[in-house]
T-cell receptor
Framework: EDQVTQSPEALRLQEGESSSLNCSYTVSGLRGLFWYRQDPGKGPEFLFTLYSAGEEKEKERLKATLTKKESFLHITAPKPEDSATYLC?????????????FGQGTELSVKP | DAGITQSPRHKVTETGTPVTLRCHQT?????MYWYRQDPGHGLRLIHYSYGVKDTDKGEVSDGYSVSRSKTEDFLLTLESATSSQTSVYFC????????????FGEGSRLTVL
């Protein structure tokens, strides 16, 4: 069964304290792995797509990396405005409908 | 801005009543999706559409039906709402035929009493 597990469930950081979020996945052939940011009361906002092991993507203080079993979202010197829930999702290669399987998310809180 | 509008944004209803949620897009995308989001479960796919009148079930489709009579509109119907269908519902569109990225609407919060 295809599955996505994110850890930790919640993470509290001080401003400037770098850390990483983990997304472990089990899928029958990976077509793509996706990272989203979700603010309270809003829909998920697309951040990155990773397609193959070794690939990295960066955007401001965020960097996403991918291995054959997991992905990391590294947050360098975070600011309070980075506080949000970060969601990871995968698309299986056999999936013809573009359906994504989501993890439960990591709720990040950055204190000034 | 992905051009997705969901309505209503908030609704309170009673058990046994029918409810329809609407998703409207202005981008002319072929694929549209309905997800629900619940604490402890994350986002789960209810139904999706790959064209006008072409729909398919997701992992939690029981109790829900969908219709797509126009490219821009994707309707989710709860024929007889139950308390277990209290949730936040998100519509999404696929960014392109050869991409996997989904772009989400702002959500519709449904409470079934």
């Amino acid at each position: 069964e295809d599955q996505v597990t994110q850890s930790p469930e919640a993470l509290r950081l001080q401003e400037g304290e770098s850390s990483s979020l983990n997304c472990s996945y089990t899928v029958s052939g990976l077509r793509g792995l996706f990272w989203y940011r979700q603010d309270p009361g809003k829909g998920p906002e697309f951040l990155f797509t990773l397609y193959s092991a070794g690939e990295e993507k960066e955007k401001e203080r965020l960097k996403a990396t991918l291995t054959k079993k997991e992905s990391f979202l590294h947050i360098t010197a975070p600011k309070p405005e980075d506080s949000a829930t970060y969601l990871c999702a995968v698309q299986a290669s056999y999936n013809q409908g573009g359906k994504l399987i989501f993890g439960q998310g990591t709720e990040l809180s950055v204190k000034p | 801005d992905a051009g997705i509008t969901q309505s209503p944004r908030h609704k309170v209803t009673e058990t046994g009543t029918p409810v329809t949620l609407r998703c409207h897009q202005t981008e002319n995308h072929r694929y549209m999706y309905w997800y629900r989001q619940d604490p402890g479960h994350g986002l789960r796919l209810i139904h999706y559409s790959y064209g006008v009148k072409d729909t398919d079930k997701g992992e939690v489709s029981d109790g829900y039906s969908v219709s797509r009579s126009k490219t821009e509109d994707f309707l989710l119907t709860l024929e007889s709402a139950t308390s277990s269908q209290t949730s936040v519902y998100f519509c999404a569109i696929r960014g392109g035929e050869n991409t996997g990225e989904l772009f989400f609407g702002e959500g519709s919060r449904l409470t079934v009493l």
